[in-house]
């Protein structure tokens, strides 16, 4: 009976909320950000506003699929549709539908041949001062996952997420987010062990953050987050937990400077003996800034924990650094690009030698790749280029003491022109 009251009483508060008269029906600048992107879908459909696009990318030539010393090539494509679908109710209420089905077509590597699904739907209330957000994301698709796999395992993630932002001034907001994430791998067996037995797990965060605008296009927040991580095989000795507090600044997507820089402190512990923990700096950081009309510099640094495969390692730290620019030419028709990514993963500790037990193969491993890529792209519409991009991939093992090299060559659309 009282579970009954609750709901009833939960139920009349969200009534209340919806209709009490406002002056304005998105107050806060999350609900204004959802507004403005249901506002300029140019498609309408009754009620419904859509945002539709193609995915079309790695048109071409890849000398390694695998990436790894013993090469594979073929000829790859990937395309499909991709959906944005608004519903706006009295500007208060607004679903969202994300929906992005792509075909990955493989000339001669039959088994890589496969539909990928990326789909998400939220519900939002915009409110006065408040902006609460629930939503559920899905994903069924066959790809690298990472750069320590060196197959292309199916992976399912299925995630429920809340978030609340509440913004009692016009330059100060408080916000409150929670979400639960399920991975499911394929059964694959990857260098004697099975993928879904070491990194099938569940991950459930908490987030409690603070937002100031500090000018019409820049806002400075702090984010702090717990997060758990349960593996699914009782024997799997990856359980452990973290505690992060990120910093940094977000950029409006209409400024010369876009984008945002989150760089944080994490505390991760292993919650069973012999695994290891980490300490110290993470990132998620993606810029850009347009000069003059004619050139865009962009800049990204990522540093995060991810789970490794070894059955004696739980993590290593993923590092990715990149930068690069862009070139308007003939009255901003054509693009110019060109990009450098470098990455290197660090592990914590020598891998064992499983031969012969309490002994190590040698020294910690460290993998490292660069990536260097040029491109040029034609303008078919204001936002839209079609161009064709040819780049090369290295990678070397501190541990295994080998060298990969992969070209590839291949068309691609972008809708951020």
Not at 67 to 78: E, F, G, V
Not at 285 to 298: D, K, P
């Amino acid at each position: 009976m009282k579970k009954r009251q609750t709901a009833l009483l939960f139920i009349q508060g969200l009534i209340f909320l919806f209709i009490y008269p406002s002056p304005a029906a998105a107050a806060t600048w999350k609900g204004n950000e959802l507004l403005s992107q249901f506002q300029l879908a140019p498609w309408k459909l009754g009620p419904f506003r859509i945002q539709p696009s193609i995915v079309l990318s790695d048109f071409g030539y890849d000398s390694n699929i695998y990436s790894t010393d013993n090469a594979i090539k073929d000829y790859t494509l990937t395309a499909g549709p991709a959906f944005n679908v608004y519903l706006a109710i009295k500007k208060k209420v607004v679903l969202t539908v994300s929906e992005s089905p792509r075909y990955v077509y493989f000339f001669e590597t039959a088994r890589e041949r496969t539909w990928n699904n990326y789909l998400r739907g939220d519900v939002s209330f915009l409110f006065n001062k408040f902006f609460i957000s629930f939503g559920a994301n899905s994903t069924n698709a066959r790809e690298r996952w990472n750069y320590e796999i060196d197959i292309r395992p199916r992976r399912i993630e299925q995630g429920f997420q809340g978030f609340l932002l509440w913004q009692p001034t016009k330059k100060t907001s408080l916000s409150l987010g929670a979400r639960k994430l399920r991975y499911d791998y394929e059964n694959l067996e990857f260098i004697g062990y099975r993928l879904s037995d070491q990194l099938n797990h569940n991950e459930t965060y908490f987030n409690a953050g603070a937002y100031y605008q500090l000018t019409n296009r820049t806002r400075a927040f702090v984010d702090f987050e717990y997060g758990k991580f349960e593996f699914q095989n009782p024997l799997n000795p990856r359980d452990s937990e973290s505690r992060t507090a990120y910093g940094g600044f977000e950029f409006s997507p209409t400024g010369k400077i876009r984008g945002r820089v989150r760089l944080g402190y994490k505390s991760f512990r292993a919650l069973k003996e012999g695994m290891s923990d980490y300490i110290g700096l993470v990132g998620d950081t993606g810029i850009s800034l347009s000069l003059l009309q004619i050139l865009t510099l962009r800049g990204s640094y990522r540093r995060n924990i991810q789970f490794s495969v070894w059955t004696d390692i739980n993590h290593y730290v993923e590092n990715s650094s990149g930068a690069g620019l862009s070139c308007y030419i003939f009255r901003r028709k054509i693009r110019l690009d060109y990009d450098f990514n470098y990455i290197d993963n660090i592990y914590p500790q020598p891998e064992q030698n499983r031969a012969v037990p309490g002994t190590y193969t040698g020294g910690s491993r460290d993998d490292i790749i660069w990536m260097n890529s040029v491109g040029i792209y034609f303008r078919l519409r204001k936002n839209i280029g079609l161009g064709l991009k040819i780049g090369q991939w290295y990678r070397e093992s501190g541990i295994f003491h080998y060298r990969a090299t992969r070209n590839f060559v291949g068309l691609n659309i972008t809708y951020d022109f």
